[in-house]
């Protein structure tokens, strides 16, 4: 159990509140400051006391709505959260309904200080506080049943939304307004025995798939109301430019069009509906100020400077051991690798939006967000309203991946800008393109890494430099994570690795250029490049030292016995060492993030590609995963589906690439994704597990690449060190 959830922690119940005929149980958000700074309107009030928020409400109808504190984005919490509380209330599960919190401190991150979403946090860091809020629930609901019946609490029980005493049944729909008026229990609920659940541990389907399947469901791009007027900004077309000057009459002109205005970001064209604001935008003339980057922002130019840092040494320390130069004189064999990544977009299927209605003494904002309280600061800040005027209604969120948790708050800024200037409601759209080549991006890395391995071919000496962007620095959370020069989502997956771990003799430095790229996290942030790196020089070290690369990472993994748990599940159910059919090989990698280990292996073919050349086709894909915990099996399964779909799409096709400043990208079309048939077969097996809980939302996508990247060099014996892969032939 994570220290922040001990059972002092208990002590956070505030109130019982009526509600509409219905109970409240609300908290008080425990005292995590880790990012306080960050979000210091959501930190003071928290201090002075602002008012509690209910995390459930029980409705005299008997429904148990249960508030998200965290964004549904296809993660599953809608469902997981859900989970907890019904599982300690013992609510009728048929009667659960859920709906995102409004952006309050209550609902700040038990780990963060901040309402947000990220960091495959949300299971594990809710586990105790919404299965106490079901507890404390049941508890008010039984004291209000044993005063109505007369009998003492320790002779009632409670089932499937009701409490029972003998032959007698009372539904909690009847007691929620008699228990609301209770005081809170004097002490703290005992959360049940694992032996009790009932809902806990069970595969359970999502509770939000019927609405997104008939339509109901309602993301950014879907609010609408009488008045709304839509906004598409034209921006610079390089990182850092600013507009000179331009002329809108031919935006004006266009039918639909009711106002040109311009905005920190750019020029924004306000109209009745997208189609007549892109139609406005299209015919704006715009004199840009491109900045300092038209002229020398280009890949080329990229590489080499990075290869230039990795090559002249002096950069900050991440791991060291020992005298890492002078084991590698000694090694009886040395590897010497580089490997290369690209700057990825999100790409999540449903583009940025943000809807705006400014008031006189209100403001409201309907986006699909991964950051409440940055957005509601930010948002105060330009409309000169406290933060608590500010109101944010999430709304599902179709793919996030990170883009939608910006600490500059990019989009929602910009779209509370549009509003302001416009004067009226305004939902302001990215088309796909402007998506993709509107920045924030996974960074570019290049890594040089020499081993050296010992007569029995392990690894005694290991030096590895790093070369990419950080994506804290700058940001209102660097203080926090960047020690000594290093950025810990750089690093993470390769400074602390295992395999490094064991090592006497190891040393790895950090560069982190800046290059006026705009970088942020993307699905498993530094592990995304950092595993396909470390478990890639794994498999070329397996090789050199001709042992089989399973068998080779056992010999490692001894003393790291969830690493190694996973690894052998992995082995045994994707049948490693048996045969495959004729042109096929398997792949393998393991790694561990975000609290959880896995380990996947690859069935890949090589098929001849139009134009000449190999296409890298994935068959089968086995994936075996320990993260503690699975309160949703079902959920775990599908997160570990969808990361690897994600990974493969990143592996075999995705990528950005920089010309004069300007990002040559654009839309699906050239910014490959994966594709429906050309998703593989996909098992996941879920570990019995008693360890600490770890996240399902990342660490599925980490590992694939390099799964991928060793299959295809044990078929081809072609080792491919750079994203995105490709086979010659």
Same mark, same amino acid.
């Given at each position: 159990?994570?220290?922040?959830?001990?059972?002092?922690?208990?002590?956070?119940?505030?109130?019982? %509140?009526?509600?509409?005929?219905?109970?409240?149980?609300?908290?008080?958000?425990?005292?995590?400051?880790?990012?306080?700074?960050?979000?210091?309107?959501?930190?003071?009030?928290? $201090?002075?006391?602002?008012?509690?928020?209910?995390?459930?409400?029980?409705?005299?109808?008997?429904?148990?709505?249960?508030?998200?504190?965290?964004?549904?984005?296809?993660?599953?919490?809608?469902?997981?959260?859900?989970?907890?509380?019904?599982?300690?209330?013992?609510?009728?599960?048929?009667?659960?309904?859920?709906?995102?919190?409004?952006?309050?401190?209550?609902?700040?991150?038990?780990?963060?200080?901040?309402?947000?979403?990220?960091?495959?946090?949300?299971?594990?860091?809710?586990?105790?506080?919404?299965?106490?809020?079901?507890?404390?629930?049941?508890?008010?609901?039984?004291?209000?049943?044993?005063?109505?019946?007369?009998?003492?609490?320790?002779?009632?029980?409670?089932?499937?939304?009701?409490?029972?005493?003998?032959?007698?049944?009372? #539904?909690?729909?009847?007691?929620?307004?008699?228990?609301?008026?209770?005081?809170?229990?004097?002490?703290?609920?005992?959360?049940?025995?694992?032996?009790?659940?009932?809902?806990?541990?069970?595969?359970?389907?999502?509770?939000?798939?019927?609405?997104?399947?008939?339509?109901?469901?309602?993301?950014?791009?879907?609010?609408?109301?009488?008045?709304?007027?839509?906004?598409?900004?034209?921006?610079?077309?390089?990182?850092?430019?600013?507009?000179?000057?331009?002329?809108? #009459?031919?935006?004006?002109?266009?039918?639909?069009?009711?106002?040109?205005?311009?905005?920190?970001?750019?020029?924004?064209?306000?109209?009745?509906?997208?189609?007549?604001?892109?139609?406005?935008?299209?015919?704006?003339?715009?004199?840009?100020?491109?900045? !300092?980057?038209?002229?020398?922002?280009?890949?080329?130019?990229?590489?080499?400077?990075?290869?230039?840092?990795?090559?002249?040494?002096?950069?900050?320390?991440?791991?060291? %051991?020992?005298?890492?130069?002078?084991?590698?004189?000694?090694?009886?064999?040395?590897?010497?690798?580089?490997?290369?990544?690209?700057?990825?977009?999100?790409?999540?299927?449903?583009?940025?939006?943000?809807?705006?209605?400014?008031?006189?003494?209100?403001?409201?904002?309907?986006?699909?967000?991964?950051?409440?309280?940055?957005?509601?600061?930010?948002?105060?800040?330009?409309?000169?309203?406290?933060?608590?005027?500010?109101?944010?209604?999430?709304?599902?969120?179709?793919?996030?991946?990170?883009?939608? %948790?910006?600490?500059? $708050?990019?989009?929602?800024?910009?779209?509370?800008?549009?509003?302001?200037?416009?004067?009226?409601?305004?939902?302001?759209?990215?088309?796909?393109?402007?998506?993709?080549?509107?920045?924030?991006?996974?960074?570019?890395?290049?890594?040089?890494?020499?081993?050296?391995?010992?007569?029995?071919?392990?690894?005694?000496?290991?030096?590895?430099?790093?070369?990419?962007?950080?994506?804290?620095?700058?940001?209102?959370?660097?203080?926090?994570?960047?020690?000594?020069?290093?950025?810990?989502?750089?690093?993470?997956?390769? %400074?602390?690795?295992?395999?490094?771990?064991?090592?006497?003799?190891?040393?790895?430095?950090?560069?982190? !250029?800046?290059?006026?790229?705009?970088?942020?996290?993307?699905?498993?942030?530094?592990?995304?490049?950092?595993?396909?790196?470390?478990?890639?020089?794994?498999?070329?070290?397996?090789?050199?030292?001709?042992?089989?690369?399973?068998?080779?990472?056992?010999?490692?993994?001894?003393?790291? !016995?969830?690493?190694?748990?996973?690894?052998?599940?992995?082995?045994?159910?994707?049948?490693?060492?048996?045969?495959?059919?004729?042109?096929?090989?398997?792949?393998?990698?393991?790694?561990?993030?975000?609290?959880?280990?896995?380990?996947?292996?690859?069935?890949?073919?090589?098929?001849?590609?139009?134009?000449?050349?190999?296409?890298?086709?994935?068959?089968?894909?086995?994936?075996?995963?320990?993260?503690?915990?699975?309160?949703?099996?079902?959920?775990?399964?599908?997160?570990?589906?969808?990361?690897?779909?994600?990974?493969?799409?990143?592996?075999?096709?995705?990528?950005?690439?920089?010309?004069?400043?300007?990002?040559?990208?654009?839309?699906?079309?050239?910014?490959?994704?994966?594709?429906?048939?050309?998703?593989?077969?996909?098992?996941?097996?879920?570990?019995?597990?008693?360890?600490?809980?770890?996240?399902?939302?990342?660490?599925?996508?980490?590992?694939?690449?390099?799964?991928?990247?060793?299959?295809?060099?044990?078929?081809?014996?072609?080792?491919?060190?750079?994203?995105?892969?490709?086979?010659?032939?």
């Amino acid at each position: 159990m994570n220290t922040l959830d001990a059972p002092s922690r208990r002590r956070f119940l505030k109130s019982g %509140a009526l509600i509409g005929g219905g109970l409240v149980v609300g908290f008080v958000v425990p005292g995590a400051k880790r990012f306080a700074a960050a979000a210091p309107a959501a930190a003071a009030a928290a $201090s002075a006391g602002f008012a509690p928020n209910a995390f459930l409400r029980v409705g005299s109808d008997d429904t148990v709505t249960v508030l998200l504190s965290h964004s549904e984005m296809g993660q599953g919490i809608w469902t997981g959260l859900a989970m907890l509380i019904a599982e300690e209330l013992d609510a009728d599960w048929s009667k659960i309904k859920v709906e995102h919190a409004p952006a309050a401190p209550a609902y700040a991150h038990t780990l963060f200080g901040m309402q947000m979403t990220g960091g495959s946090t949300s299971t594990w860091t809710e586990f105790e506080r919404y299965r106490m809020a079901g507890a404390t629930a049941r508890a008010l609901l039984l004291a209000a049943a044993s005063k109505r019946l007369g009998v003492p609490v320790e002779q009632l029980r409670t089932e499937n939304g009701a409490v029972i005493a003998g032959s007698r049944r009372l #539904r909690y729909g009847e007691l929620a307004a008699a228990a609301a008026a209770l005081p809170p229990p004097a002490t703290p609920p005992t959360l049940k025995d694992a032996k009790d659940w009932k809902i806990i541990g069970k595969p359970t389907r999502r509770l939000d798939g019927p609405e997104k399947i008939d339509g109901r469901a309602k993301f950014g791009m879907d609010v609408q109301f009488e008045g709304l007027l839509t906004a598409l900004v034209a921006r610079a077309p390089v990182f850092g430019g600013t507009v000179k000057s331009f002329d809108d #009459r031919a935006a004006r002109a266009v039918a639909g069009v009711r106002d040109v205005v311009q905005v920190p970001s750019g020029v924004a064209v306000v109209a009745d509906h997208y189609w007549a604001a892109k139609q406005g935008r299209d015919a704006l003339k715009i004199d840009w100020d491109t900045g !300092p980057h038209a002229a020398g922002l280009d890949d080329a130019k990229l590489r080499a400077e990075f290869a230039r840092l990795a090559a002249a040494g002096g950069g900050a320390v991440a791991s060291k %051991a020992g005298d890492a130069d002078a084991a590698l004189k000694r090694a009886a064999k040395v590897i010497e690798a580089e490997y290369h990544v690209p700057y990825l977009a999100h790409a999540p299927m449903e583009p940025l939006n943000c809807t705006v209605k400014i008031d006189a003494d209100r403001c409201e904002i309907w986006t699909g967000t991964q950051f409440q309280t940055m957005d509601q600061g930010v948002a105060a800040k330009i409309t000169g309203l406290a933060p608590e005027q500010v109101q944010i209604h999430t709304t599902f969120l179709g793919g996030g991946f990170g883009r939608r %948790a910006t600490p500059s $708050s990019d989009f929602v800024s910009e779209a509370v800008h549009v509003a302001k200037a416009a004067g009226k409601p305004v939902k302001t759209v990215w088309s796909r393109e402007d998506d993709v080549r509107g920045g924030y991006y996974r960074p570019m890395y290049l890594q040089r890494a020499r081993i050296g391995l010992d007569a029995q071919g392990r690894p005694v000496a290991w030096k590895h430099v790093m070369v990419g962007q950080s994506i804290i620095t700058g940001s209102p959370f660097e203080k926090a994570l960047v020690k000594n020069g290093i950025d810990s989502t750089s690093v993470e997956g390769v %400074a602390d690795s295992p395999y490094l771990r064991d090592i006497g003799d190891r040393f790895v430095e950090l560069h982190s !250029p800046q290059t006026g790229i705009p970088v942020l996290w993307w699905r498993s942030v530094g592990h995304s490049y950092n595993a396909f790196v470390m478990e890639s020089l794994i498999d070329e070290a397996a090789h050199a030292a001709g042992r089989d690369p399973v068998e080779y990472r056992r010999s490692l993994l001894g003393a790291h !016995p969830r690493h190694l748990a996973a690894l052998n599940l992995v082995a045994e159910k994707a049948g490693w060492g048996g045969k495959l059919p004729a042109g096929r090989a398997r792949g393998v990698a393991v790694h561990e993030s975000f609290g959880s280990y896995i380990a996947q292996v690859a069935e890949v073919s090589l098929l001849d590609a139009p134009g000449g050349g190999k296409r890298i086709r994935v068959h089968r894909f086995v994936c075996a995963i320990d993260c503690g915990l699975a309160v949703n099996p079902d959920g775990v399964r599908a997160q570990m589906e969808s990361g690897i779909n994600f990974g493969l799409g990143a592996a075999l096709y995705s990528e950005l690439t920089f010309k004069d400043g300007r990002v040559q990208q654009s839309n699906y079309h050239d910014y490959r994704v994966l594709r429906l048939d050309e998703a593989p077969a996909i098992e996941v097996h879920i570990l019995a597990s008693a360890e600490k809980m770890g996240g399902a939302g990342e660490p599925g996508t980490a590992p694939v690449a390099a799964a991928v990247a060793n299959a295809v060099f044990a078929l081809s014996g072609q080792r491919l060190r750079e994203l995105p892969l490709r086979a010659k032939a």
